[in-house]
């Protein structure tokens, strides 16, 4: 089985901790704890990847 990408939208309640990075051209990562809120970036809504869990 194939491991799916877990993507959240800025303001969506975090389902894994780990590392996340934005989607798209900019190179962000940052860790996010499992119930906590995805945060925006820069004042703007992205969409966030789960790199790594932890």
Not at 2 to 12: A, D, H, R
Not at 13 to 41: L, N
Request: aromatic share 8%; proline share 2%; net charge positive.
């Amino acid at each position: 089985m194939e491991n799916q990408k877990v993507i959240l939208s800025t303001g969506k309640r975090c389902t894994a901790s780990g590392e996340w990075e934005i989607e798209g051209r900019i190179s962000t990562s940052i860790y996010v704890s499992k119930g906590e809120m995805m945060p925006a970036y820069c004042g703007k809504n992205v969409k966030w990847i789960l790199v790594r869990k932890g």
